[in-house]
């Protein structure tokens, strides 16, 4: 991400070359019924449809964990954002004619897939969820492994939440509360040179 933020035309398409490499090889037939899917049925990570999707709940995801951790974004920087991300999702596949340029088509975008009812949690992304929730070494940085789970799983989805199986509570609202209090002020009182990146400082 930061050399497709920040990086010179080559080192844009050196990424985008790796990334479409990563997609080539992501493909095969569900082994078993997810959702409307029956088992059998083909995916691709070329799939237009689904570049997509990575890339609206990617915009989304970023702008709300921005608004809790920084300062909440107005109608026209979120505008800007998402209109300054389309290209990218053009680039790796996605139809022009589906992909959002203002927010408020994202959130719609967003809003209708969910409605259809095609976003549908099944064993594999289960097996994946606790694989990024609880990576290696984590019992060695437990209050990073800690505040990560705490904001990955609050911030789903009530309903896709539950499919993941994940319990909720009241009083995991609180914590998640807590701790984004707590990371917002932290990152107040950071300083740029260590709260930038160095290729954004620049």
Known sequence: MLRLTFGDQPARDRTLDGIRAIHRRV????????????????????DPD???????????SLVRVYDALVFPLDAGARDAYTAETRGLALELGARDRDVPATWE??????????QSGVIAVGPDARSL???????????????ITRINRAVSIGM?????RAQYGFQWTSRHDRRLARTCRFLA???RRTPR???WWAAARR
Do not use: K, M
């Open 50 to 60: 689904l570049v997509l999707w990575v890339h609206v709940t990617l915009v989304e």
């Open 27 to 46: 493909n095969g037939r569900l082994r078993q019924a997810v959702g409307p899917f029956p088992a059998g049925t083909y995916y691709s990570a070329e």
């Open 156 to 160: 789903l989805p009530e309903d896709v």
């Open 129 to 143: 969820a606790e694989a990024v929730l609880r990576p290696p070494l984590s019992s060695v940085i437990w209050p």
């Open 193 to 195: 040179a260590v709260a």
């Open 105 to 114: 088509a994202l959130e719609a975008c967003v809003a209708a897939t969910r």
């Open 185 to 187: 002020a932290g990152r």
